[in-house]
């Protein structure tokens, strides 16, 4: 892996800005790599209120389509949502449904089964619905590409609003209005479906007959659904996610609160992205991939706490069960990959891997061999799957460029899904690795790890951790700050986890502090590597930890960049852009509980 450290701006700027801004040169330096100049831009990042969200007009088509929809509630019109079975679309149907049932009306809902339906609209679906005398139909987190479906829907006599943030192809599906942050100019592309939803009920709220809601109540089904779609945490994507993850703190929503306690964590816990993405959103997402989003909407909405801890129980079982499989699957990708390890890319397939979790082994992939993955099973008759990428493949693009061999595609430069006819396959395998060297060169793309600043433990303090937590939410856009640890001593190592986690006690001699150290995922890659007694440098976050209300200081270790015997004290380190923190609390003004 190559790694670098961040450019180091000038220290006095740092310090004059810390200084103003009463927060430690540490933050400051950190803001400022993160392309924030100017206390005005710090200011804003470190306090990102409502207030600062866009004006509903900015959003093209948003107006309109609350228009159309409030028209069909005022003449009575039977309205539904039609969602989508992942996080994102899930909390966006519950968003939608719970904003029309707090302001007195009744909505009916379609959440496609991902075994029996697959992705997006289905025409069976649509037709059950108008049969039930739903008049307007409110898409979100799909739609965008159900050209055919659509056209369908149009026969039956339904008016479609189609909310969604997935790519648009050139030819616009025939809704009769389309909602989505990529088509025109938004104030963010990147915006999640639930974000989406969150702004049309925001505009309903205004053009709907009765008393006004709180629409900030709503944020935390939308933090739940933005962080686990991992997009953009920047902008509005921020403001929404800071003020949803108060509520999510919170855990007023017996869904939420049932949820937090069956993955362990207190109810009012405070939460970063890092417990949604990776504790809570799992849970929820493995309804949809076992093929039972119900539970995980049912969940959301309920009002009895009771209902809502039997619910997060079976969800609990089926993340469970998802990971078995999950696992299985892993094993054997593994093995294909390896078979293709000369490929830019990779493209595995067999027909007796589950649809619903393939997507997250092609994750898996991507993070250990550093090549686009597309992972195919067979469904229906057709192949399906899923694709994931690294950072430097326009995975949209690609598939975008191999539409003519595939049955269907859709989603993100960095995911995607896709189906083809079986005898295509050989094909796909050959004009894919194509699409990646005519974007990427013929040479292998090599991972690249950049490093914030040098940190020594003596300057790791509780207070410390917490000012570096408000820079939360984490995510794409802004990553968790990565800190290189030097000349570190191993003073005891273990395997943990059945042997697929690395343990570490390390001692920085500098300030004769040991603390503790975790590398995941990284056992088998030095199982057979005895560190002990010798010195490492290191790529890591530091993070606090909390055990029988004793708070501790763990290091997370990204990677471990070098080893050498510790008798040989004299190997020169990377001493560019060291920087030490000098301790200072950080002021209330920028509490990270404040809104």
Known sequence: MQWELRPQPARTKIMALAEKLTISPLLALLLNQRGLTSCEQMHFFLN??????????????????????????????????????????????????NFFFRRGYQIAHYIPNRLKNGYGLNIEGLEQLAGQGVKTLITVDCGISSHAEIGRAKELGLKIIVTDHHLP?????????????????????????????????????????????DIRQFLDLVA??????????????????????????????????????VSGLEPTANLGSGDVGFVLAPRLNAAGRIGQPELALDLLLTEDIQTARDLARQLDKLNTDRKKIENEILEQARDQASSQIDNPGLVLFSPEWHPGVIGIVASRIVDEFYRPCLILTRENGLLKGSGRSIPEFDLYQGLLNLSHILSGFGGHKQAAGLSLVPENLDQLKSLFNQQITQQLGPEPVRPKLVLDACLNFKDLTPVLLKELELLQPFGPGNPRPIFLGQNLSVQKQNLFGQGKHLGLFLRDEQSKITLRAQAWRKGEQWAQTNLENKNIN?????????????????????EILDVWSGENKNKPVQDQGKFFVFKKHCPKSYSSNQS
Do not use: H, M
């Not at 093209?60 to 994102?88: C, F």
């Not at 945490?233 to 949803?244: H, Y």
């Open 48 to 97: 990102p209120g409502l207030r600062y969200l866009s004006p509903l007009d900015k959003w093209p088509n948003l107006l309109s389509a609350a228009r159309l929809v409030a028209r069909s509630v005022t003449r009575g019109e039977k309205l539904a949502v039609w969602g989508d079975y992942d996080v994102d679309g899930i909390t966006a149907t519950a968003v939608i449904k």
């Open 169 to 213: 192809q050139k030819d616009l599906p025939p809704a009769d209005i389309i909602v989505n942050p990529k088509l025109g100019s938004s104030p963010c592309p990147d915006l999640a479906g639930v974000g989406v939803a969150f702004l049309l009920c925001a505009a309903l709220n205004t053009l709907l007959p009765g008393d006004k809601l």
């Open 538 to 558: 290191i790529a890591f976050t530091p993070k606090l930890s909390l055990y029988n209300g004793l708070i501790s200081i763990d290091i997370q270790i990204k």
């Open 224 to 261: 739940l659904g933005t962080i686990a779609d991992i997009v953009d945490l920047t902008g509005e994507n921020r403001i929404l996610v800071k003020n949803g993850l108060l509520l999510l703190n919170e855990a007023r929503r017996p869904g939420i609160r049932a949820l937090k306690e």
